[in-house]
Each structure stands twice: as structure tokens, then as C-alpha cells.
């Protein structure tokens, strides 16, 4: 569910037109929608509200805008964060330290010290080699870092293989045969507070099964740690739920995961700990994009060339991703044809052969389902700058990220001296 509909024959965000958003911006532009963003936040904490003791840190990597992490903080998330970069937005976003979860496989001595220093709440640590430098730099600088193992349960999470990160191949997490002995072992460490597991096999899941595999295993390390004589008393079960990026696609709902994690952990006695990104942030933002011309060729489906290209949306160049790609005004009649961006290379290709509204020259379209891993993959590729984003509130619109010119990005470039000569 979200809030870009059509009314009377044009679509909005909320209660604003977008071709009024496309005036006052210009495109590409990317739109947020604080409604959707706040229903996905509730939706996914109502199903979980049979579970008892739950934090829920919202995956910064699928959407760090600020106003974004603004809305999350309201409604009571901390954050998921894999760099320095990470946790310094989600600090400047008013998020509790305590609230803040620093997973990622390389985090690095200037990043670990900098989360000590903040007072984060919890260190996923992937390896032991971490835990081990991690406990050093807590007793040197006099602070205790409250940690849990990430295992690798080596499942197959049945997601796109770029976005699979559960099985024994992948570099995440440590494996789970060796997690009771190496937990146990960092244990005791001074430096560190061992408090917990963690587990996310990947994201866009189309199968809770997959899921609900991963956390039997997580299941049954818990009770050989305790057996074991082991503290734990948090146990992160990640992120990963999937959205529907087709109309009309089902995916598994929060309430039917909800269900699915409740049976599992029946009895576990910690606190849940959840970070999910997609599904709160996806269906919460479109790409807003102007077509600049339509090339026809003979004998062939035509090229619609829209302003945005993989630069701003990496997704269906990396991942062969599908966007639902919908006119802003559509005029009822239907086309097939390649969606393409600028870019020179093939692979800036949004979609081929889609039937889709029909649109000429000027007409504005959005690609929906882009508020998770949109804006936040962005690169500046053929010096094409980073794209404006905006955020919705009823008929209020306003920028939340301002475009960034490709002048300001080579202001930062030098050419030495001796070039000059
Ligand atoms: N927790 C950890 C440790 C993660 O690695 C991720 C995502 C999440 C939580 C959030 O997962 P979500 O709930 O959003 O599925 N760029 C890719 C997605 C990469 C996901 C990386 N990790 C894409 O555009 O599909």
C-alpha cells in the first residue's frame, strides 16, 4: 500500500500533483512519502506486537536520507548501520547511540572506535578476528561493547544471488558449526559484553521459509551456548522481507511473518531484535523522470529515453531488477517499448519490450518502488551529479536532499602543479 495514486487522470504523492513537484524540482526526482513510510513502520511493529521484547532498527543502507531517519526515529526505530558513514547520520538523525546496531564484515579500527565512543548499543561482529580486535580497542579506551555473533546458517535464501548473503560461499557471518566455541571463546574477553546472535540470509525474500529455517538453526545454537553456560540474552533475526515491485505480485506480509517468527521463537526468552530496510522504505518512494525522446526504429520495439539512468537507479542494471514504470498523466492508450536511460553503455537499460502507458516527448513518469536502494546506490557515472529528493506530507512538499551539480562534485578534483608547468 502506498500514497501515489491517480487523481482525476494524473498521479500524486499524498496531496500534491506530481508534474507540480517535477515544476518546482525539476527531474529526475526522487519522491518520499511520510504517510507510507509511517503505515510500513506501524504495519511491521503491529505484527510483531504478540512477541514481547522487541527493538527495531531500520536498515540505514536502503534509504539514509535524513527526513527519512527522521520519520523512523519518531516512530521509535533505531538503526541497522554498516559504516561510520551510517552511524553518524542515524546520530544526526536523532536516533538514540543505545538505539544503534553496527553490523558489516569490514568494519575498521577508526569505525569500531568511533561507535565505543558514541555509546552504540550493539556490535554485530562477523568474525572472530573482529570480536578479538574489537575487545582490545573497548579495554584500551575503557568502554565495554555489547556484541552478538553473526552466523552464517548456510541456507539458501532463494533471492537474487547479489542480494543472497546466508550461504557457506558468502563472506557474511561467521559459520554456525564453530559459533557455540567461538562465542564462548569472546565471551571472555574483557572489552566485551556477549549478549547475543544475529542472522539475515538476504534480502528481498519471496519465501518465509528460507527465513524460518535460518532462525530454527539460530533456535538451536541458542539453547547449546546456554547449555554451555553462555549469556544470551538478544537474538537480531535481520532484515530481508520482500515487496511486490509488479502490480498485482504478492509477497509474504509483516503479519504472516510476524506468525512465522512468533512459532519459531517460541519460548527463547531475549530480546528480538529486527532490521528491516525494503519494506518499510520501498513502496514509500518513486523516481520521477521526464521523457526526453522517444527513438523508433524499424522492426523494432521503440527507445523511451527518460532523464533518470542507472546512475540514479542502479537496480535493474545490477540485478536485471523490474520497476513498474507509469505514466504521470497517461492518455489510455498502451505502447511496448525499451526504457533507457543516457548513459552510454547497454547495461542503462530500465526495461525491454514492457507494455506500458504510451508517452511522447516531455511526458513525465515515475518508476515506483524506489525508496529502498534508490537514491542511497547512486553514483555520479558520465558526470551526471545526484538527483534531487523530496519528501510528501499531505499537500506539504519539500526537498530533503538538494541536486547536486556535477560542478560540485569536481570542485573537490585537483590538478597538481606539475601538470600546469
Ligand atoms: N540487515 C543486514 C545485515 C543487511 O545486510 C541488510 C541488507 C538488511 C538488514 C536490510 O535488508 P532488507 O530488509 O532491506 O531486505 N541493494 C540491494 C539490496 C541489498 C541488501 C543488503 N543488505 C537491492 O537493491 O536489492
Known amino acids: 500500500m502506498d500514497h501515489f495514486e491517480l487523481r482525476n487522470g494524473e498521479l500524486y504523492a499524498e496531496d500534491v500533483p506530481m508534474a507540480r513537484i517535477a515544476e518546482e524540482f525539476g527531474t529526475p526526482v526522487y519522491i518520499y512519502s511520510r504517510a507510507t513510510l509511517e503505515r510500513h513502520a506501524r504495519v511491521f511493529r503491529e505484527a510483531l506486537a504478540s512477541l514481547g521484547k522487541i527493538h527495531l532498527a531500520f536498515a540505514v543502507k536502503s534509504n539514509p536520507n535524513l527526513a527519512v531517519l527522521r520519520v523512523m526515529q519518531r516512530e521509535g526505530f533505531g538503526a541497522d548501520v554498516v559504516s561510520g558513514g551510517e552511524m553518524a547520520r ?23 572506535l568511533a561507535g565505543l565512543e558514541a555509546g552504540i548499543g550493539q556490535f554485530n561482529i562477523e568474525s572472530e578476528e573482529e570480536g578479538v580486535e574489537l575487545a582490545q580497542l573497548a579495554e584500551e579506551t575503557g568502554h565495554t561493547a555489547n556484541c552478538a555473533l553473526r552466523v552464517n546458517p548456510d541456507i539458501d535464501a532463494g533471492t537474487h544471488e547479489k542480494i543472497s548473503t546466508g550461504k557457506r560461499d558468502n563472506k557474511f557471518g561467521v559459520p554456525i558449526d564453530q559459533a557455540v566455541a567461538m562465542y564462548l571463546r569472546l565471551a571472555s574477553l574483557p572489552g566485551l559484553n556477549m549478549r547475543g546472535i544475529a542472522v539475515h540470509i538476504g534480502s528481498q525474500l519471496s519465501d518465509l521459509r528460507p527465513l524460518e529455517l535460518a532462525f530454527e538453526k539460530v533456535g538451536a545454537l541458542l539453547d547449546q551456548i546456554r547449555h554451555n553456560g553462555g549469556t544470551v540474552t538478544h537474538i537480531d533475526l535481520g532484515g530481508g522481507l520482500g515487496v511486490p515491485y509488479k502490480a498485482g505480485e504478492v509477497m509474504p506480509s509483516p503479519a504472516e511473518y510476524g506468525h512465522m517468527v512468533a512459532r519459531v521463537t517460541r519460548g527463547w526468552d531475549v530480546t528480538l531484535m529486527f532490521e ?58 498502451r505502447m511496448t517499448a525499451n526504457i533507457v536511460g543516457p548513459i552510454c553503455e547497454t547495461g542503462d537499460t530500465f526495461a525491454m519490450g514492457r507494455e506500458m502507458d504510451a508517452v511522447e516527448r516531455g511526458d513525465l513518469a515515475i518508476f515506483r518502488t524506489a525508496g529502498a536502494y534508490g537514491a542511497t546506490m547512486a553514483s555520479s557515472y558520465n558526470s551526471r551529479g545526484f538527483v534531487a529528493e523530496v519528501m510528501v506530507d499531505g499537500d506539504k512538499v519539500a526537498s530533503v536532499a538538494d541536486r547536486i551539480l556535477p560542478e560540485e562534485i569536481y570542485a573537490a578534483e585537483r590538478v597538481p602543479d606539475w601538470l600546469n608547468d
Request: hydrophobic share 45%; charged share 20%.
Open 276 to 333: 528491516p530496510g525494503r519494506v518499510i522504505a520501498g513502496n514509500a518512494g518513486v523516481l520521477l523522470t521526464e521523457v526526453v525522446r522517444v527513438k523508433r526504429n524499424a522492426n523494432r520495439d521503440p527507445f523511451v529515453i527518460v532523464d533518470a539512468a542507472m546512475n540514479d537507479l542502479a537496480r535493474p542494471a545490477l540485478y536485471g531488477a523490474w520497476h513498474d514504470f507509469d505514466a504521470v498523466k497517461p492518455s489510455g492508450n
Open 90 to 112: 542515524a546520530l544526526a538523525a536523532g536516533m538514540p547511540a543505545e538505539n544503534i546496531v553496527f553490523s558489516g564484515v569490514g568494519k575498521t579500527r577508526r569505525e569500531m
